[in-house]
């Protein structure tokens, strides 16, 4: 007979490992999903781009409906489970379902953060995780309409970008003094900016969100040294937290996200977490690479295997059109790094390699990415550079030319 698995969350780390299970272990489990949001798993990643007009609704679903059947998962979505009873071996829905396990996933990602100022109630103030924030964004957001992003990271640009190609003002905040600042040096994040306002978006760095201000709704969004942004929308994407309360309701060990091993086993028998929602040797990680990764690891396990998972080093493409950004791996430089620079502002390109020891450690592009999964091999692979060095910076068509 098929093991109980329940899998809790129907996003992109859930859909991953179920379709890496039935690969490789159809029939060993009898898989239950359960989703809270009210749809089949989708693309999270492409809710830039549908907000943005440039994809339809239909096109960031993962699987059809008839994929799920036809590998025999029991999908409960539009129901959120409320309770793990790790006693008894059963999650509980919202709806008084009870659902009994062999073995558990967590898969439950991540919510984002909503800032503790005066009038953040007010109508109006919105954030940017799934398909309900985009219709609702869509919904308030025609030309003409003011918006406020708070938030200059990958999420709140693409907010930005999104909102003004469909014709809305909008002012980005950001607290730091650059953007991007966790995957972007001075340089990069300068050219940044200057190609991001090209496209109608004013940005506003160093600028601390003191309070939403509104009667009815929102009104302006008033910063720390006085000044007052007048906005009708404001769209917050000022980070994430892992959902891990479900977890630490059944008594995980939760950090900030559900404690995992290698194994991307918790602190319980059978019961696993993967992706945004899990902590693994001290990171949470808030891209969708790592939770590919675990979810092949964790299926391979689940089907008698023994992969480990070691980690993911990072890489971040920004997702708005016409500005081609890349930043990978230690972009600014441990002390004792090395760096080679090509700056060339008339064609607006930068290239930025940080060696030490002999490999690549990190590497920011902007301008040109095309070679981008050429160097994230290199940083991955920590291969030697010493026999090309000299031609690294100029991409890998010269030094396949010059090695041929
Ligand atoms: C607008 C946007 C753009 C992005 N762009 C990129 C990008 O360019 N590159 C990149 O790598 N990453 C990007 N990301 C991040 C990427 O989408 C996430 O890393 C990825 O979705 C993580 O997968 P996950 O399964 O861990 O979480 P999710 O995809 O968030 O799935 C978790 C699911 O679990 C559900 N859930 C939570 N609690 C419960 C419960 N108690 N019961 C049942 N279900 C529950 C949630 O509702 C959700 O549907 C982007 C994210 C957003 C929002």
């Given amino acids: ?20 299970i039935a690969r490789r272990a159809l029939g060993r489990y009898a898989v239950a999903v359960i989703g809270e949001e009210p749809r089949l798993a989708y693309n999270r990643v492409l809710l830039s781009s549908l907000l943005a007009d440039e994809i339809a609704a239909a096109d960031v679903e993962l699987r059809p409906a008839r994929w799920w059947r036809d590998r025999g998962v029991t999908l409960r979505y539009g ?3 409320v309770a793990v009873d790790l006693g008894t071996r059963t999650v509980t829905l919202a709806d008084g379902t009870a659902l009994g396990f062999s073995k558990a996933v967590f898969a439950t990602g991540s919510r984002p953060i909503r800032l503790g100022l005066p009038g953040m109630e007010l109508p109006g ?38 909102l003004a190609k469909a014709g809305a003002r909008v002012v980005l905040v950001h607290l730091m003094d650059r953007l991007m600042e966790r995957q972007l040096d001075d340089v990069a994040a300068a050219m940044l900016r200057r190609a991001v306002e090209a496209r109608g978006v004013e940005v506003i760095l160093a600028a601390e969100t003191a309070r939403i201000v509104g009667s ?26 892992p959902n891990a309360e479900l977890a630490v309701a059944a008594g995980l060990r939760v950090n900030r996200g559900i404690v995992v091993d290698d194994g991307l086993a918790t602190s319980a028998e059978g019961v696993f977490a993967i992706g945004e929602c899990a902590e693994h040797r001290g990171q949470c990680y808030g891209l969708v690479e790592p939770a590919y990764e675990q979810a092949a690891v964790l299926a391979r396990r689940l089907a008698g295997g023994a992969a480990r998972y070691p980690g993911t080093v990072l890489a971040t493409n920004l997702k708005v059109s016409g500005v081609d950004v890349f930043s990978a791996g230690d972009f600014l ?21 940080v060696i030490a020891q002999d490999r690549l ?17 290199l940083i991955r692979a920590g291969r030697p550079i010493g026999s090309f060095r000299d031609d690294l910076a100029f991409g890998r068509a010269i030094v396949d030319r010059a090695a041929a």
């Fill in 1 to 20: 007979m098929s093991e109980p698995l329940v899998v809790i969350g129907n996003g992109m780390a859930a859909a991953r490992l179920v379709d890496e």
């Fill in 79 to 81: 129901a959120p489970a």
């Fill in 125 to 162: 103030v919105m954030t940017f995780r799934d398909i309900g924030d985009v219709d609702a964004i869509r919904a308030r957001a025609a030309a003409g309409t003011r918006v406020v992003v708070i938030g200059g990271g990958l999420l709140g640009l693409e907010a930005a970008h999104g």
């Fill in 216 to 241: 009815q709704r929102v009104e302006a969004v008033e910063l720390r040294d006085g000044r007052s942004l007048p906005a009708d929308l404001i769209v917050m994407a000022v980070g994430i937290r």
């Fill in 333 to 353: 430089g441990q002390p004792g790094a090395e760096q080679i620079v090509l700056h060339d502002p008339g064609l607006g390109v930068y290239r930025k390699f």
């Fill in 361 to 377: 450690i990190g590497a920011v592009l902007y301008g040109d990415t095309s070679d981008a999964l050429w160097y994230l091999d």
